[in-house]
């Protein structure tokens, strides 16, 4: 870095600063032309005439002075817009919360069980997922569906618009049907390693046991483990039997009873082996009270310095600078130099 940037660097971390600040080296035009103007040979004038002259026009010497001053500082201004000068209020360190998470949803038919009345699973684990989302105001959020395999919905991104329109889209068959929970865990982890946040959390929501996939979920969350993400997993569904979807009928999915299957001895070691906790929600009420009490343990505060956008100045050298060249047209008519 040259002392020029180096100046205009410490500049900027006091509000001020310049976006082209190379950009002011045209103003070494100025004293250019200044030496090259007084280089110019001067016309001789008869002596008998100069008294007429001076009747004629006795502001002419003054005129001709006013018309450089415009010029000079219609260039002097110009220069000054394009070195793009702007200004913003100083920097500042703040308290923050946020954290990096990954939803990671199981979208299999079986979410379809309705076990959660008036809704089925998959509809309730919509509804308080797009409520967690929105209490995690200054985290960073994505989004992983599996069923049968994974695929990343949303990488991590700050724009909780679109991490809501990804959950309210999650929809049984957009993935081959089955449960592959390793799959997802890797696949989560995998975004979460990549952001480097201060924090890394992986929420996995399931209703199932896993059965596809080529990834064991034990490795998985011991990779996850390595890379600093814990793991909070959700069970979800009622104990017993429920009415699963096994088909589609005459009048749409053909509904048979049957009993809910969870893992929850697999995905307790899946969550405690990464620093996590496993919940599960066997109504809706639970899913709301597991999704508040991850909301409650998942808060890292940490030092950001906010640097708040700047307002830029450009525009008024910019006007200031056609002023000037405008002034000069007017002057230039008013003594009838141009048309």
């Known amino acids: 870095m040259t002392q020029l940037d180096a100046l205009w660097s410490a500049l900027g971390e006091t509000g001020i600063g310049l976006g082209s600040p190379w950009a002011l080296l045209a103003l070494l035009v100025l004293p250019l032309l200044w030496w090259w103007r007084r280089r110019q040979p001067t016309a001789a004038v008869p002596v008998a005439i100069v008294p007429v002259l001076r009747a004629a026009d006795p502001r002419g010497g003054s005129v001709a002075?006013?018309?450089?001053?415009?010029?000079?500082?219609?260039i002097a201004a110009i220069v000054c817009a394009l070195a793009w000068p702007y200004a913003r209020a100083a920097s500042r360190a703040e308290l923050r919360q946020g954290i990096d998470i990954m939803l990671a949803v199981d979208i299999s038919s079986s979410m379809l069980a309705e076990d959660f009345q008036p809704q089925n699973r998959l509809e309730v684990a919509r509804a308080q997922l797009k409520e967690f989302v929105?209490?995690?105001?200054?985290?960073?959020?994505?989004?992983?569906a599996f069923a049968g395999e994974a695929l990343t919905q949303v990488p991590l991104t700050g724009d909780h618009d679109l991490v809501l329109g990804a959950v309210e889209n999650l929809q049984p068959g957009q993935l081959d049907d089955g449960t592959a929970i390793g799959t997802a865990i890797a696949t989560a982890a995998n975004r979460l390693?990549?952001?480097?946040?201060?924090?890394?959390?992986?929420?996995?929501?399931?209703d199932g046991v896993n059965n596809r996939g080529q990834v064991d979920p034990r490795t998985a969350a011991r990779a996850a483990a390595a890379f600093g993400v814990r793991i909070y997993a959700i069970g979800v569904g009622t104990e017993g039997m429920a009415p699963v979807p096994v088909g589609r009928g005459l009048f749409g999915l053909r509904y048979e009873t049957r009993p809910v299957e969870i893992d929850d001895k697999l995905l307790t070691e899946v969550a405690r082996g990464?620093?996590?906790?496993?919940?599960?929600?066997?109504?809706?009420?639970?899913?709301a009270r597991v999704t508040q009490e991850i909301d409650r343990l998942e808060r890292t505060t940490y030092r950001q310095r906010r640097t708040p956008p700047r307002s830029d100045w450009y525009l008024w050298p910019a006007g200031l600078g056609l002023l000037a060249l405008l002034g000069e047209v007017v002057l230039r008519w008013w003594r009838g130099t141009v048309p």
Not at 65 to 74: G, S
Not at 134 to 144: P, S
Not at 274 to 287: H, M, N, P, S, V
Request: hydrophobic share 45%; charged share 35%; proline share 2%.
């Open 65 to 74: 002075r006013w018309l450089r001053r415009l010029r000079t500082l219609a």
């Open 193 to 206: 390693r990549a952001a480097g946040g201060p924090s890394r959390v992986l929420v996995l929501l399931t």
């Open 134 to 144: 929105r209490r995690r105001a200054d985290d960073r959020l994505g989004v992983v």
């Open 274 to 287: 990464t620093g996590g906790r496993y919940f599960r929600a066997r109504d809706a009420e639970a899913l």
